[in-house]
Structure formats: C-alpha cells, structure tokens
C-alpha cells in the first residue's frame, strides 16, 4: 500500500490563482481529512470526508472547496489564493470511527506572494 | 469550545526522561492522543488513551490522563537524539471525525 499521498510536494502561487491539492489513499479508508498547519498554531481541520459523496465544514473552511467523487481522493481547492493561505497542508484518512488511528500524507508546503 | 494547549519548547539531554504535558478543555472527548512529526514530514501516531483510562505504557512511551483536571502527559524514558521532534497531542469528540490538535511541543535532545 502506498498509503496517504499528496501532490505536489511544493507549490508557489500568485495572488488570485487558483490551484488543486491532490489527495490519494489506497487503504479504503471511508474518512479523510485536510487540515493546514501554522506555526504555534498546531493542525487546523478544513474540510473533511465521511465517506464519497459526502464533505463537510472544519474549523478553518473558508477559501477552500472540496469534494469526494471517490472514496479514494479527496482533493482541496483553493479559488483564489491569498497570502493568508500560506502554510503546510496535510491529507489524512482512516476508517470508521471504531479505529483510532488517523494516517497523514507527507504534506503540500504552499506559498501565496 | 474545544481548546488543546502545550507548551512550545522542550529540550532534555540524551539518556534523560522527557516529560511533555497538555491540557484540554472538552470533558466529552473519548480519545486522547499523541503524534510525533519529524522535520519535513506528515504526523505519526505514537499512542493514544481511552478516556476511561489512568495511564498506558508501551515501551519506553507513558501516557497518563487526570481526567479531572483534563490534563496529559507523555513521559519518553531513556530520551535518545533520533526523539527529537514535534509532539502534538489531539482530543476527539465522540461520534465525530473531527480531531483538536494542540500547539505542539518541540523536543530538542542534546548530546
């Protein structure tokens, strides 16, 4: 299994233009997720997914979209991206809630100038 | 609100124990738990503690939980160069995919 990945590994982006972050994992995991960390600031949850078809609000959802066309990816949209986007971005997946553990791809670090 | 807070800085010399602490503020979470991030990489999940649950031990890891002061701990015996890292302890709400991270505790061992 290859797991959690995510491309790119980096990205730069002007102000204003839009992009996708791609997620993909192979374990058949029903939940993923996509948070952004900052420094001191800890992991932040956007959006996240119980299963395909259906996506919803994290703590920080606004400037990104997301969608769940599969259970196998789960990407991240930002329409217009801001300096305020700067940051690392994590996909995460795993099963029902019965399974505790919550696997993480290796990251996106994006920089908005 | 939900709320997860560590201190940002740690460092300990090698062979030492490393003790690092959280606080949380949701009584209603379920499961408690610690994850390691190395420089440049995704989180790894180091152990995690049902919330009816005084301590776990695995290896040279300890986690104890005083639920009523909604306080965690991890406690690495033995701490070694290669534990140098980022640890982030997170709560979860029942019933919901949503974990809380805190902060993360940045442990430095020196030689």
């Known amino acids: 299994n290859a797991g959690v990945t995510q491309t790119p590994k980096f990205q730069v982006l002007k102000t204003g233009q839009s992009m996708t972050l791609q997620c993909a994992q192979d374990m058949n995991h029903e939940y993923m997720s996509w948070y952004r960390q900052d420094p001191g600031m800890g992991l932040r949850l956007i959006h996240y997914s119980v299963g395909a078809g259906i996506t919803d609000q994290g703590e920080v959802p606004n400037g990104y979209n997301v969608s769940r066309s599969t259970t196998e990816d789960f990407p991240l949209r930002l329409l217009s991206a801001a300096p305020s986007q700067t940051s690392v971005y994590f996909c995460a997946s795993r099963t029902g809630l019965a399974d505790n553990e919550q696997f993480f791809g290796p990251g996106t670090r994006l920089t908005v100038l | 609100g939900e709320d997860v807070e560590q201190s940002l800085f740690l460092s300990v010399r090698e062979g030492d124990s490393s003790v690092i602490n959280c606080t949380y503020t949701d009584s209603s979470s379920t499961y408690l738990y610690w994850y390691k991030q190395e420089p440049g990489a995704g989180l790894q999940l180091l152990t995690y503690?049902?919330?009816?649950?005084d301590m776990k031990q695995d290896q040279r890891l300890t986690v104890l939980l005083n639920k009523k002061d909604k306080h965690l701990s991890l406690r690495i015996a033995d701490t070694q160069t290669g534990d140098s890292a980022i640890y982030f302890c997170?709560?979860?709400?029942?019933?919901?995919?949503?974990?809380?991270f805190g902060t993360g505790t940045r442990l430095q061992v020196f030689p």
């Open positions: 503690i049902f919330s009816n649950m």
């Open positions: 997170a709560e979860s709400s029942p019933n919901t995919d949503k974990l809380i």
